[in-house]
């Protein structure tokens, strides 16, 4: 199956919501896709649907401040990415998260598992000049960076939007 990605709609919320509740399992990322729209802190909001229109996927990029002693920089956070339960392991993520790296401006963060992530080019490497927010976080706190925008800096504080509280 090859989804339509398209970006998401206002009329897409309910279905959105009971998407990304029912691919956790658990509510705490359906709060999260709530409060940065809320916000108005989204940059980017993918949906990935069947040849039928129904919703099977869903991904969101945020704004973040990447904050250095000399400069500071404009990144994304990737999160969550979604796919509805009879819909998972057919390429569905990996098909919102490529278009929407390919939208992206400047790096791109992601908490998530590396065997995963690591084939779109994210890598715990590439977050060394960052303090991570996530301490325990360990090689899963990643970054996707194909410009070398953090190469040869340091000591960087990553801000991420209020809502990300929800769920850390």
Aim: contains cysteine; hydrophobic residues 50%; aromatic residues 8%.
């Amino acid at each position: 199956m090859t989804p339509r990605i398209r970006p998401e709609e206002p009329r897409d919320t309910a279905a959105v919501a009971a998407l990304v509740a029912a691919a956790f399992g658990r509510p705490g990322e359906a709060a999260l896709v709530a409060a940065l729209r809320g916000s108005g802190e989204v940059s980017q909001a993918l949906v990935a649907e069947t040849d039928t229109g129904t919703l099977c996927g869903h991904v969101m990029f945020s704004p973040l401040r990447l904050v250095f002693a000399e400069a500071e920089l404009a990144a994304q956070a990737l999160a969550p990415v979604s796919v509805s339960p009879d819909h998972q392991r057919r390429g569905v993520g990996a098909a919102l998260v490529r278009a929407g790296l390919a939208a992206a401006a400047g790096p791109v963060l992601v908490l998530g598992a590396p065997e995963w992530y690591s084939r779109f080019g994210f890598s715990w490497e590439a977050t060394r000049p960052l303090i991570s927010p996530f301490p325990w976080a360990g090689r899963a706190f990643m970054a996707f960076d194909p410009e070398g925008v953090l190469t040869g800096r340091e000591h960087g504080r990553v801000h991420y939007p209020e809502a990300f509280r929800l769920v850390a």
